[in-house]
């Protein structure tokens, strides 16, 4: 066998059986190896963003790395930006990047780049295998990097004639690393501070915390000693909707979070990171806590949040009769004008059980959270790095991951065209994505940065900066070029009617929403 089978060998053996792709010359030998190998699915996605993103969801919902396959520099630099997401989301992802044959680099050929130069930002593992019969045993220290605790993501490059030269059998895999349990000192010091604080104590969780175990017993907490439980503004994966604890997340607007921190005296992180603005503003801070606010890390990534949760709930002699009940939104068929609220409350009646929402909705979205806490349990994901095209690819390989759930993706008109190819490669795989475009014909996160910034009133040619206009995108034939049904609606009436039979039909759907 070649250096190219036994890679892909060794990638099956590890667990890792979906490989996202965008392959070029150096990586036919890989492309070849497919098909002596069985255990492997490869999804084609027709930008490497869109591998990359899809790479980023499957590991959110899967919990296991999936494998990508980028060619030379330029096409693992199209993939950066969601490997960037993905890095801020701890996901796991084994990227394989083709590479010019070892004796053709020194010739400067238009190709050539430094890949692994490219690769260290976003990737906390970087290894070039120097030749065939060291192939697998670096793929299997690949696959032990994205399944360690935190996950990373492991970039192994592999020059073409490593790639085609004979090579050695399957490697046995590393020692994968587990996660830590907890610190019992540190949970020891957090209900300490609870006992004493109270309601002026803030529990700030991400992570695994987020999990429909992990809420329950914050609500516990929470019910025992009053203290406020909130997630960061931004998380890779939340459990929603009725039944579950539902709690808010730190506002992005400096404005609306400030007033919301001003009165703890202590805050509790779990995985979670101290609340920091998402830009710098002037005359704003940068830091949203208040001033002599004390921060108390109970647990990092690395960590069984969990199980520190159980044992903080133990030592508080929290109970589940201790939760408090929760007023939710009541949900009711909206009618007439689409406005930010009859869009909240069409998709939380829309949401089926144990869907999954995929959410780059920005400045539309914004108040989506209180009436879908109302929605059937569902799973709530978002974008941990705020490179924007990040949805459409990660509902890509969340669908992959869980083909037996519904995905609903919400995304602005502008953040929909940097990775708008995912479309095609939900129709050809046939997954079941539910994708919802909100079409308000410009950059509206950007307009209000503009006046956040103190930049003055726009003239004409910086609002052409913003606007996405002359000509207007027409998200339902863009949909249809790419295999994907799709329709545009411009009121409330029919966009419940929309999202009612989208979320019926298996398959892709797109519902473009006219602003």
């Not at 360690?148 to 490593?162: C, E, M, N, R």
Request: net charge neutral.
């Amino acid at each position: 066998m070649n250096g190219a089978e036994s890679l892909v060998r060794t990638l099956v053996a590890g667990g890792v059986d979906v490989c996202f792709t965008n392959p070029g010359t150096s990586e036919m030998h890989f492309v070849a190896a497919l098909d002596r190998v069985e255990g492997m699915r490869c999804v084609l996605g027709l930008f490497e963003g869109v591998v990359t993103g899809a790479a980023d969801g499957y590991y959110r919902m899967k919990g296991t790395p999936a494998s990508t396959l980028l060619h030379l520099g330029p096409g693992l630099a199209n993939g950066l930006a969601n490997l960037h997401n993905a890095k801020k989301a701890n996901s796991g992802i084994v990227n394989i990047v083709g590479q010019h044959a070892t004796y053709h680099i020194g010739y400067n050929a238009p190709l050539t780049s430094d890949i692994e130069g490219l690769a260290r930002p976003m990737s906390s593992w970087v290894r070039t295998s120097p030749d065939a019969k060291s192939v697998s045993a670096d793929g299997a220290a690949a696959i032990a990097a994205a399944k360690s605790a935190p996950a990373q993501i492991a970039t192994l490059i592999l020059p073409a004639d490593t790639a085609w030269n004979e090579a050695d059998g399957i490697a046995p895999m590393p020692a994968e690393s587990q996660r830590a349990n907890y610190s019992s000192q540190a949970v020891d010091h957090a209900a300490k501070v609870l006992r004493n604080g109270g309601a002026s104590t803030l529990l700030l969780m991400t992570g695994s915390a987020l999990t429909e175990h992990g809420l329950a017993l914050a609500a516990q907490i929470a019910g025992k000693t009053g203290c406020k439980v909130m997630g960061q503004t931004y998380n890779p994966r939340m459990a929603r909707g009725k039944g579950r604890f539902a709690i808010d997340r730190i506002p992005y607007v400096i404005e609306q979070a400030l007033p919301i921190l001003k009165d703890f005296k202590n805050i509790v992180l779990v995985e979670a990171n101290d609340p920091v603005a998402f830009f710098a503003y002037p005359n704003k801070p940068s830091m949203l806590k208040p001033q002599g606010c004390e921060v108390h890390r109970m647990t990092s990534g690395a960590e069984n949040s969990v199980a520190a949760l159980e044992a903080l709930a133990g030592a508080l002699h929290a109970q589940p009769a201790d939760r408090q009940p929760q007023k939710l939104v009541e949900l009711a068929k909206p009618t007439g004008a689409l406005t930010h609220v009859s869009i909240a409350q069409a998709i939380a009646m829309a949401i089926p059980e144990n869907a999954i929402v995929v959410d780059e909705s920005v400045t539309t979205g914004r108040g989506f959270f209180p009436p879908t806490a109302a929605a059937a349990p569902h799973d709530w994901l978002q974008n941990m790095g705020g490179s924007i095209g990040f949805s459409t690819p990660v509902a890509t390989g969340a669908a992959v991951a869980c083909p037996d759930r519904k995905v609903i993706c919400m995304v602005g008109d502008g953040s929909a065209m940097y990775t708008l190819q995912s479309l095609w490669t939900q129709a050809r795989e046939g997954l079941n994505v539910v994708t919802i475009v909100f079409a308000n014909k410009i950059y509206q996160i950007l307009r209000g940065e503009f006046d956040g910034v103190g930049a003055g009133e726009p003239g004409q040619r910086a609002l052409d900066m913003l606007k996405l206009d002359r000509p207007d995108l027409d998200f339902v034939a863009l949909a249809k070029g790419m295999g994907v049904p799709g329709r545009a609606v411009a009121n409330a009436d029919d966009f419940v009617k929309a999202l009612a039979e989208a979320v019926a039909e298996p398959g892709p759907r797109l519902i473009e929403v006219q602003m």
